[in-house]
């Protein structure tokens, strides 16, 4: 196995500005987003002598501290300079080891850079700048249970659960478990950069958040530019079909609570338009006279039924045959009737 393979993992050709594999690119899309404003930040940043690409690599700018902070655990993270490598699934052995080659790559770079710096500042007659090791952060959408195991590493005092540390200052390393990490705000730009099973739950904890909050400022624009291009793909794996069905059952239903108040005709539309969608995403062909009849649906009951079978179903006729709930309710109706109806003499008998 070649070093130029163990280099970590592999870029496959961009797509309409995405990677093949967008849920990684979508945890770096989300970390520069939210750390750029704040310091240098660069995604697929090269590292020396060997070409090395770090997902993400940031240099905070003090100036910007305070509100750095208010990203909560990613701010706290990206404190110090550091490189930030992200994992939809848990890393194995030979994805750790390829982290810590371009760390430490990284390290040796910036000691290099930092004395040829602190060279012309002496021939200037100033002081030498102080050197900043850097960390490295490896975000993880599940445990990697071996390397936790074999490294012996236990659960960060001071830190939230899930982020475990790891050499000390000798390697100032850092693994952050998403699926461990405590289900509230602070986490949550964290959680939806790890992406993996656990992305549906971290939208729906965006979604809860109000509309000026800076979560949702910083995600919510890359989430729909995600969900716009997946759309438009005539085939999609179940990761990416579970994505969207995620972002158009949150994001429809938040829209459908933010014209509560509005005429029931709209909401009845945009229900509609929500189980055509999941249709569409399932792979399910919808002929022209069932689509007109879905649009042309104003219970908003029965269109939920239809938006919850089309999730799961695998014909349009499980999501549509309304006949079963028909005949049950009926035969429900009927049977109380009967009961009534043999109860009602036995009371008369009873009072005469």
């Known amino acids: 196995m070649t070093f130029r393979y163990l280099r970590f993992r592999t870029l496959a050709a961009l797509h309409e500005g995405l990677m093949r594999n967008r849920f990684d690119h979508l945890g770096k899309q989300i970390g520069k987003r939210a750390l750029g404003p704040f310091g240098a930040t660069v995604a697929h940043d090269e590292i020396s002598p060997e070409t090395q690409q770090a997902d993400l690599r940031h240099e905070p700018d003090p100036v910007h501290k305070a509100q750095r902070a208010r990203l909560g655990l990613l701010g706290r993270l990206a404190a110090v300079v550091c490189l930030i490598e992200i994992y939809g699934h848990a890393p194995n052995a030979e994805e750790f080891r390829a982290c810590l080659a371009k760390h430490i790559a990284f390290w040796q770079q910036r000691i290099r850079q930092a004395r040829a710096h602190n060279k012309k500042r002496r021939l200037n007659r100033r002081p030498p700048k102080a050197f900043v090791e850097p960390a490295l ?91 716009h291009v997946l759309g438009k793909q005539p085939r999609r794996n179940l990761k990416e079909q579970e994505f969207i069905v995620a972002m158009h059952k949150t994001w429809e239903d938040a829209r459908i609570e933010g014209h509560a108040e509005g005429r029931a005709e709209g909401r009845a539309e945009t229900r509609a338009d929500a189980v055509l969608t999941v249709l569409r995403v399932r792979g399910i062909a919808v002929p022209e006279a069932a689509r007109k009849r879905i649009l042309a649906e104003k219970d908003l009951h029965r269109l939920e039924r239809w938006h919850e079978k089309a999730i799961v179903a695998t014909s349009l006729s499980e999501v549509l045959n309304d006949r079963a709930e028909g005949r049950s309710s009926k035969t429900a109706r009927a049977a109380a009737h009967k009961e009534r109806s043999g109860r009602k003499p036995a009371r008369v008998s009873a009072q005469r």
Request: no cysteine.
């Open 137 to 227: 952060w490896i975000i993880t959408a599940g445990a990697p249970t071996a390397i936790l195991t074999k490294l012996k590493l236990r659960p960060a005092d001071g830190w939230p659960a899930g982020v475990y540390l790891f050499g000390d200052d000798i390697l100032r390393v850092g693994i952050v478990v998403a699926s461990e990490l405590p289900r509230e705000p602070s986490t949550l730009l964290v959680r939806l950069m790890a992406a993996g099973p656990l992305l549906p739950q971290a939208i729906e904890d965006l979604r809860a958040l109000p509309r000026n909050a800076q979560e949702r400022v910083i995600v919510e624009p890359i989430l729909l530019q995600l969900q």
